[in-house]
T-cell receptor, first 114, second 114 residues
Framework: ETGVTQSPTHLIKTRGQQVTLRCSSQSGHNTVSWYQQALGQGPQFIFQYYREEENGRGNFPPRFSGLQFPNYSSELNVNALELDDSALYLC?????????????FGPGTRLTVL | AQSVTQPDIHITVSEGASLELRCNYSYGATPYLFWYVQSPGQGLQLLLKYFSGDTLVQGIKGFEAEFKRSQSSFNLRKPSVHWSDAAEYFCAVGENFGNEKLTFGTGTRLTIIP
């Protein structure tokens, strides 16, 4: 059984550019959540996808968007990057989109915006 | 809205000493509570979780936590810390309906001294 994987590990972009981050969920999981963790802070919920549909969104602007594919892998897209978007982006997968399910986190993608 | 407070930003403990990390939450209904640990450059690993039932929860690596509804607290404890326990610890509260959004505290950094 493979765990949650994310790519790339690190990424450097300039302000105004667009970025796509990828996440492969743990085998058998159909739900993926994305979190942003700024330096020295706890993770903040961006959004969740359950069976390819958005299933909740945090307080992030529309330039943060996502996709979930039939194999339940997921992408996080950020348009018009701002300096404050520099953070560790974590994805987490879980079994069935229920609050009682444990979320398993990937190692994260470190995004630096210059 | 739910929230989590971790009052201690940084704690230093001698190896072999006992540990208690504090967590207070704000949530209108019965909360789902979690403790995660994050080592440098790593994702989050679940230590333990509370949904219902016995208020003393056992987790991995010898950790335990006690849910106290009257104090809105879910403190993490370990009777004897090891140097490998040095990491960042996050308390989180989950919604008990709908999606699995987790709201995290700002974390407590644990340093172990010989």
């Amino acid at each position: 059984e493979t765990g949650v994987t994310q790519s790339p590990t690190h990424l450097i972009k300039t302000r105004g550019q667009q970025v796509t981050l990828r996440c492969s969920s743990q085998s058998g999981h159909n739900t993926v959540s994305w979190y942003q963790q700024a330096l020295g802070q706890g993770p903040q919920f961006i959004f969740q996808y359950y069976r390819e549909e958005e299933n909740g969104r945090g307080n992030f602007p529309p330039r943060f968007s996502g996709l979930q594919f039939p194999n339940y892998s997921s992408e996080l897209n950020v348009n018009a990057l701002e300096l404050d978007d520099s953070a560790l982006y974590l994805c987490a997968s879980s079994l069935a989109g229920r609050a009682a399910d444990t979320q398993y986190f990937g190692p994260g993608t470190r995004l630096t915006v210059l | 809205a739910q929230s989590v407070t971790q009052p201690d930003i940084h704690i230093t403990v001698s190896e072999g000493a006992s540990l208690e990390l504090r967590c207070n939450y704000s949530y209108g209904a019965t909360p789902y509570l979690f403790w995660y640990v994050q080592s440098p450059g790593q994702g989050l690993q679940l230590l333990l979780k509370y949904f219902s039932g016995d208020t003393l929860v056992q987790g991995i690596k010898g950790f335990e936590a006690e849910f106290k509804r009257s104090q809105s607290s879910f403190n993490l404890r370990k009777p004897s810390v090891h140097w490998s326990d040095a990491a960042e610890y996050f308390c989180a509260v989950g919604e008990n309906f709908g999606n699995e959004k987790l709201t995290f505290g700002t974390g407590t950094r644990l340093t172990i001294i010989p």
